[in-house]
């Protein structure tokens, strides 16, 4: 059964950077599509940034164009992240999720998830 584990998250101040890692096991993925999500207290489900299995497509939130890089080592089904320039804003619950699909944004496509990364990012 697939699983997604993330982890990487943390506390860092307005802006610092961090690394989340997605790592995905118990399938066969390339022909998944791979999508970070988060949560704030109180608020929706946000898509962040996506990415196939093959690295060759990605896409991003508006809440991160510009600061967030998604990318991908298909060889350790590993799944990152990256978060610079970030902002108390960005404090969430960060999610990793898997599709068969390439719907990105809409998060009831996604068929896993993972547990989810605390990121909390003080001013």
């Known amino acids: 059964q697939v699983q997604l584990v993330e982890s990487g998250g943390g506390q860092v101040q307005a802006g610092g950077s961090l690394r989340l890692s997605c790592a995905a096991s118990?399938?066969?993925?390339?022909?998944?599509?791979m999508g970070w999500f988060r949560q704030a207290p109180g608020k929706e489900r946000e898509f962040v940034a996506g990415?196939?299995?093959?690295?060759?497509?990605?896409n991003y939130g508006d809440s991160a164009k510009g600061r967030f890089i998604v990318s991908i080592d298909n060889v350790k089904n590993t799944v990152y992240l990256q978060m610079n320039s970030l902002k108390p804003e960005d404090t969430a619950v960060y999610y990793c999720?898997?599709?068969?699909?390439?719907?990105?944004?809409?998060?009831?496509?996604?068929?896993?998830w993972g547990q989810g990364t605390q990121v909390t990012v003080s001013s």
């Open positions: 990415i196939n299995w093959s690295g060759s497509t990605t």
């Open positions: 999720a898997a599709q068969y699909g390439s719907s990105w944004y809409n998060s009831n496509n996604y068929d896993y």
């Open positions: 118990g399938g066969t993925f390339r022909n998944f599509a």
